[in-house]
């Protein structure tokens, strides 16, 4: 600890474009952490650096994260409940995993989950909203009960579709 109290007291060295210097102290201490502790721990011992460069020092310095490999049970597990488990649930039962490398493997294994339906009311809503007040879909999204603004986009496209395919 005391090291680190000391590598703040020398005065901060920058190159000629204003980047902060690293300083042989950061570097066996990301050299010592990274691969160890999360990213958030990581954070708090390097106050001054973003996690961009946090990463890409680690990259120049060669240590990477070790990428933890999905087993055959788990892609079985995820390829049988993906659709029929709500979110939280799933990642209770992936501890290690962030939901956009839960998402990443449900692509690669192709599944996808479907959203709620929507109700007629809601469709009503949406094309009232959209010709008559012509709101943006982000603006319309608060209207609705968990919809944002790409699932609104996507309805009224289909919505759209529907009509040109009955105007024939």
Not at 73 to 86: A, G, H, S, T, V
Request: charged share 35%; proline share 4%.
């Amino acid at each position: 600890m005391t090291d680190l109290i000391r590598e703040y007291t020398h005065p901060m060295l920058f190159t000629e474009y204003g980047q902060l210097l690293w300083t042989k102290g950061e570097n066996q201490r990301l050299m010592n952490s990274y691969r160890k502790i999360s990213k958030e721990n990581i954070m708090i011992l390097f106050p001054d650096r973003t996690w961009n460069a946090i990463k890409k020092r680690a990259c120049k310095l060669k240590i990477s994260k070790k990428r933890i490999i999905w087993t055959k049970r788990e892609n079985m597990w995820l390829f049988n409940n993906y659709k029929k488990i709500p979110r939280e649930e799933i990642m209770k039962l992936f501890p290690t995993r962030t939901w956009c490398a839960i998402l990443g493997k449900a692509t690669k294994l192709k599944i996808s989950r479907k959203g709620r339906p929507f109700t007629p009311e809601e469709d009503a809503l949406l094309v009232k909203l959209y010709y008559e007040r012509k709101l943006t879909y982000d603006k319309m999204s608060p209207l609705f009960t968990l919809r944002d603004g790409r699932s609104l986009r996507a309805r009224m496209y289909l919505l759209k579709k529907r009509e040109k395919e009955a105007e024939k």
